[in-house]
């Protein structure tokens, strides 16, 4: 039985801060395909201002954040990253300072050729922004764009060695439907490394944003718990508010679409003390049997006596289950930054931090930022 009461204290507080961060984030372009609604660049309202940021400025912006962050995988967003004409020049420059490189993209221009050449260059994950009312063609509901997803899953399967990652933003109008999604997710372990849920949060333009739609994060919790049959094992906090967390993550482990057991908060610990690749995981991703042998030096006494006992049992209930692996799926919820009386409840340590006139500024509110809006981390 799961409770529905979130208890912070039972978790890991992932110690990450402004300035010493392993994330990097930089967006090259404003050009994109879709008009999201919600988008944080307003690229979903009238006449959107399209531009490609200078190249070399990017490298200056890479090399600060390294100085600043101590990061060690550069996030390249936008816009649609891989429609900015000198995208290749940025993942090889990346590589060459030692980082790892992840997209955040909304797949339209991806192929399998293409993340061959991307692989080669250095990226490592590729997080696709995938959902139902982005209006894309002939997908109207969740489980129909599971299709697309389908899509995406194969091109990961034939390119290995890549991560995969889906994103998603949620709210009351799409809740009913998040279980197909869940469902496609955790049938589609072997390729699907995270799972990124995003509360809809219409602040950046609107004064008055209508919060009708908002869905509480207790809601989506108890959904994970359910579905995944899975508890949170780490967090990171907001801010102002240090009873709500901003970043909440699970970590099931899978065999066969169904849950076997889930890192605890002593697990993610001992990984992130026994790391040697600068704690740019909450929790290791695509965690098959072999890592897992691995890992047991980090892995506490009962999560892996829960592995072990789901294992067995699901074996049992299906023999050919023996001939798959067990893979570990992150699953994250992005409670995303809100305006209080006291200034805004950011994320603490800002994962999505990037540069704006030389200064740490949160992504996610650039836009208010470059209004005159000032906005601290």
């Known amino acids: 039985m799961f409770q529905n009461?979130?208890?912070?204290?039972?978790?890991?507080?992932?110690?990450?801060?402004?300035?010493?961060n392993p994330n990097g984030w930089i967006e090259p372009t404003t050009y994109c395909q879709l008009a999201c609604p919600g988008c944080y660049r307003g690229l979903a309202l009238p006449n959107p201002i399209r531009f490609n940021e200078?190249?070399?400025?990017?490298?200056?912006?890479?090399?600060?954040?390294?100085?600043?962050?101590?990061?060690?995988?550069?996030?390249?967003?936008?816009g649609e990253p891989l429609l900015y004409p000198k995208?290749?020049?940025?993942?090889?420059?990346?590589?060459?300072?030692?980082?790892?490189?992840?997209l955040v993209s909304n797949g339209a221009a991806l192929t399998e050729e293409r993340l061959q050449t991307l692989k080669q260059l250095g990226v490592t994950e590729i997080a696709i922004h995938v959902a139902q009312y982005q209006k894309r063609a002939n997908f109207k509901t969740e489980k129909t764009i599971?299709?697309?997803?389908?899509?995406?899953?194969?091109?990961?399967?034939?390119?290995?060695?890549?991560?995969?990652?889906?994103?998603?933003?949620?709210?009351?109008?799409?809740?009913?439907?998040?279980?197909?999604?869940?469902?496609?997710?955790?049938?589609?372990?072997?390729?699907?490394?995270?799972?990124?849920?995003?509360?809809?949060?219409?602040?950046?333009?609107?004064?008055?944003?209508?919060?009708?739609?908002?869905?509480?994060?207790?809601?989506?919790?108890n959904l994970i718990q359910k579905e995944y049959q899975a508890q949170p094992c780490s967090y990171l906090g907001k801010t102002?508010?240090?009873?709500?967390?901003?970043?909440?993550?699970?970590?099931?482990?899978?065999?066969?679409?169904?849950?076997?057991?889930?890192a605890d908060a002593k697990t993610v610990e001992n990984f992130f003390k026994n790391s040697?690749?600068?704690?740019?995981?909450?929790?290791?991703?695509?965690?098959?049997?072999?890592?897992?042998?691995?890992?047991?030096?980090?892995?506490s006494p009962k999560t892996a006596g829960k592995i072990a006992s789901g294992y067995i049992k699901r074996i049992l209930k299906n023999p050919r289950n023996i001939s798959n692996l067990p893979r570990s799926q992150i699953v994250i919820l992005l409670n995303t930054p809100t305006p209080t009386k006291k200034g805004?409840?950011?994320?603490?340590?800002?994962?999505?931090?990037?540069?704006?006139?030389?200064k740490l500024v949160p992504s996610c509110l650039l836009e208010r930022m470059k209004r005159g809006e000032e906005i601290n981390l």
């Open 5 to 20: 009461n979130l208890n912070l204290d039972e978790l890991y507080k992932i110690p990450w801060t402004t300035y010493n």
């Open 54 to 78: 200078d190249l070399t400025s990017q490298k200056k912006q890479i090399d600060r954040l390294i100085e600043l962050r101590k990061i060690k995988i550069l996030s390249i967003a936008g």
């Open 87 to 102: 995208l290749n020049d940025i993942i090889a420059y990346a590589s060459s300072k030692g980082l790892k490189s992840r």
């Open 146 to 221: 599971n299709l697309l997803r389908e899509k995406y899953a194969q091109i990961f399967r034939n390119v290995k060695g890549i991560e995969l990652n889906f994103i998603m933003y949620v709210s009351k109008n799409n809740f009913s439907q998040l279980p197909n999604v869940i469902n496609f997710c955790q049938q589609n372990a072997d390729v699907v490394n995270r799972v990124i849920f995003t509360f809809y949060r219409d602040v950046l333009f609107k004064k008055k944003p209508d919060t009708s739609t908002y869905l509480p994060l207790n809601k989506l919790v």
């Open 240 to 262: 102002l508010d240090s009873k709500n967390p901003s970043w909440l993550f699970f970590a099931p482990i899978l065999l066969g679409g169904k849950t076997i057991g889930y």
């Open 276 to 299: 040697d690749n600068g704690n740019y995981n909450a929790f290791p991703s695509d965690l098959n049997l072999t890592g897992l042998v691995k890992a047991l030096s980090s892995i």
């Open 344 to 358: 805004w409840d950011l994320c603490d340590g800002c994962p999505n931090a990037m540069l704006y006139k030389g």
